[in-house]
């Protein structure tokens, strides 16, 4: 059995998003550790600590308090430290304004919110299971927005 394990964060102010992600992802059956953060000042203070664990994965909200996912995401984008994490932002907008914004800002991929759990853990299989090297490295428009 082996002891590889994904690291994956989220960045959400809703309390019951972050429960549904945490849930979706103990019952695939992909090694995670799964770690929530009520808002971006919470993820900062955590990724600028230099004994955190970084994630593979960061999922970001974009509307929260005190620090925004585009606040969060540009910081980690000025980081050298943090070239490493992939980003899906994680959003129940589906505004081409936050859509464009987010590309051209460096966010590896756009996942709308889903409305039901079988779809939130269909998609979050997709993204954790993706060749983020592959996916990153042919980014387009097309292919920035999940859809399911």
Not at 99 to 113: H, L, P, Q, R, S
């Amino acid at each position: 059995m082996t002891t590889d394990f994904i690291y994956i964060t989220l960045a959400d102010d809703d309390e019951d998003d972050r429960l549904f992600f945490t849930d979706a992802f103990s019952e695939l059956k992909i090694n995670t550790k799964v770690n929530t953060f009520n808002d971006g000042v919470e993820l900062m203070d955590y990724l600028n600590n230099s004994e955190s664990v970084l994630p593979n994965i960061l999922f970001l909200d974009l509307n929260m308090p005190r620090k925004n996912g585009v606040e969060c995401l540009l910081e980690i984008k000025q980081n050298e430290r943090f070239n490493d994490i992939a980003i899906a932002i994680y959003s129940t907008s589906s505004s081409e304004e936050h859509i464009e914004e987010t590309f051209v800002n460096g966010a590896n991929i756009y996942i709308k919110k889903p409305n039901d759990f079988n779809t939130l853990k269909k998609i979050l299989a997709e993204v954790v299971t993706l060749n983020w090297q592959y996916h990153t490295s042919g980014l387009n428009k097309d292919n920035f927005l999940l859809r399911m």
